[in-house]
Structures are given as structure tokens and as C-alpha cells.
């Protein structure tokens, strides 16, 4: 899981609900500090939330982006039901559809991290009109590497069992400073990391992860796609094998970032980097989408 180093809120930012005509999520709306460039909606990984982006939305902001961030149901503080079907990877796929639509301004660009990027590029299958571009922020094309996959199926056997607050103590003893060195464990951190995971449904906890270790290979999907693909993790990535990850990125021909010194969260421990990386990206995916719009102008009074 991601691990916020500080909860405060980035400036411009407002936390809220954002309706959609599939139901209300709780979001982290941050609104660009001068002219707008662009959009971005960021779909979270597993055991996390839209607090993951926290220290990712001032420098998108400040680079004239609004930054959306969002708790997908059952996470967090977005309600969600109880049975298995609604955490299947089409069902949070048509929630983030629904999401860029809600935002109201055309297409978006869209990242998912880690788990969010399987929902995210399901997402970008089903309506590619509503997004201007598909980030893939440490996440792959297939299953998580197998120590991941023994630790997810650990997680949800556990849960399958036990009352959720001993599967919490659990994991802080096993791992008690989580994924990412050296995030400092101040008492508010720790009660919000027990909060959110207290409060996401175990229905989610069980279909994130059986996702994440189920999931096959996917490059196909990404190369049936009509829009700008873009690979980003940090060099010391630990839950896809970057040997994989840069191969798809080839494969697909995606734009490809890799954060030195990062680990699986860059959007915690190297915000202003990866948003550098990012914006970088996005500015080229518009480029090229005007040059192919005067083209085809061009070529239609041509003729």
C-alpha cells in the first residue's frame, strides 16, 4: 500500500463528493493554479485511497492541471455493497468511466496506480472517448510478481477468517513500515491508516486482490488502444518486475518514465519528479493530438 507522509491538504484543494450516474465517491479536488491545461482523474491501488495522491496534487497544480483523486467503492470513504460482483474489474471500470464524465470537462487524462491501473486500463477499453490519455503508474500488464501474490492471498484468506482488526495488527507486525522506507509513522498517520482500512469493505480487500494475482497478461488490450500510453515506476519497483514493465512499455511503444530512487509509490516519495514526468507526457499527448486535428483539417479542405 501507498503511505501518505502527511495528510494535510495541498492548497486549491477541496474534499468532496462527486455525483455520477454511478453513485456519489469522495474525491480530492485540486484546482490549477492558473490557466488550465488539462485534467487528470487518479484512481488509487490496492489497500489505499485518494490520499495517496496527496503530495502529487500541488505540483500537478502548480503545473496547471486540476487533479482529481478518488476513493473507488468500497474504499474508504466511498460506500459500497457487500457482495462479490460489484469489485469486478468491469464494474470499477464503468465507475471511472462515469467519474471523467461527472468531471465535466470533456476527456480526461487518467493514471491508475498500482491496482488502478488494471482498473484503469479496462476503463480506457470501454469508452476511449472519454480519455485523453492512459498513465499506468507502477503497475503492469499481468499478474503482481509472486512474493506479492503469496502476500495477497495470505491477506484475503486471512480476512476470510478473522474479524478485520486482527488482520490489521497482523500486517503491522509483519511489515510496520509498509512499501515505502522511510515514511515516518506520526501518531495521525497511524490512526488514518487503521481508519481507511477499517473502513474499506472486505468485499473490495477480497476482489482488488484477486484481481491483482489473477489477472493475465494484458499487453493486447493495451495495444488495441487509441491513445497515448505511458509507462512510469520507480526504479526500485518491488511489486511488477520492471524487466516487464520496460518490455511492455516497448512493446506497446508507450512513453516510458522510470523515477530513480523511487519504489512502488513515486507519487509519495517523489511527487515533484514523477509530476515533471507526467506533465511532460501530457504535454506531448496534446501536441501530437492538435498536429493529427490540423492534418485531418488540412486534408478535408484539401479535398
Not at 495528510?7 to 462527486?18: E, I, N
Not at 484546482?31 to 487528470?40: K, N
Not at 480487500?205 to 493486447?220: F, I
Amino acid at each position: 500500500m501507498s503511505k501518505p507522509r502527511s495528510l494535510a491538504l495541498p492548497p486549491r484543494t477541496q474534499a468532496r463528493r462527486l455525483v455520477t450516474a454511478r453513485g456519489d465517491f469522495a474525491v480530492l479536488d485540486t484546482a490549477p493554479a492558473g490557466e488550465r491545461r488539462g485534467t487528470v482523474l487518479l484512481l488509487p491501488g490496492y489497500t489505499g485511497s485518494k490520499e495517496d495522491f496527496l503530495a502529487l496534487l500541488g505540483p500537478l497544480s502548480d503545473a496547471g492541471y486540476r487533479a482529481v483523486a478518488v476513493d473507488g467503492r468500497g474504499q474508504h470513504e466511498t460506500p459500497g455493497p457487500r457482495g462479490r460482483a460489484a469489485y469486478r474489474r468491469k464494474a470499477l471500470a464503468l465507475d471511472a468511466v462515469a467519474q471523467a464524465a461527472a468531471l465535466g470537462e470533456g476527456p480526461v487524462h487518467l493514471l491508475g496506480h498500482s491496482f488502478g491501473g488494471l482498473v484503469a486500463r479496462a476503463a480506457a477499453s470501454l469508452a476511449p472517448a472519454a480519455f485523453r490519455s492512459l498513465t499506468l503508474l507502477s503497475s503492469g500488464t499481468g499478474r503482481v510478481a509472486r512474493p506479492q501474490r503469496v502476500r495477497v492471498r495470505m491477506l484475503r484468506g486471512a480476512l476470510a477468517v478473522l474479524p478485520k482488526d486482527r488482520v490489521w495488527e497482523a500486517m503491522c507486525r509483519l511489515d510496520a513500515r509498509g512499501e515505502e522506507p522511510g515514511a515516518v509513522d506520526a501518531p495521525e498517520l497511524t490512526r488514518f491508516l487503521r481508519r481507511r482500512w477499517m473502513r474499506t469493505r472486505i468485499a473490495q480487500l477480497s476482489g482488488a486482490g484477486r484481481l491483482l494475482v489473477a489477472t493475465r497478461d494484458g499487453t493486447e488490450e493495451l495495444l488495441d488502444l487509441r491513445m497515448p500510453l505511458h509507462f512510469a515506476y520507480g526504479a526500485d519497483e518491488m511489486v511488477w518486475p520492471t524487466a516487464e514493465l520496460a518490455a511492455a512499455a516497448a512493446r506497446t511503444g508507450a512513453h516510458h518514465s522510470v523515477v530513480t530512487g523511487a519504489g512502488h509509490s513515486p507519487n509519495v516519495s517523489h511527487p515533484r519528479e514523477l509530476a515533471e514526468r507526467l506533465t511532460a507526457f501530457w504535454d506531448r499527448a496534446d501536441a501530437d493530438a492538435v498536429a493529427r486535428a490540423g492534418s485531418r483539417t488540412g486534408a478535408s479542405t484539401a479535398s
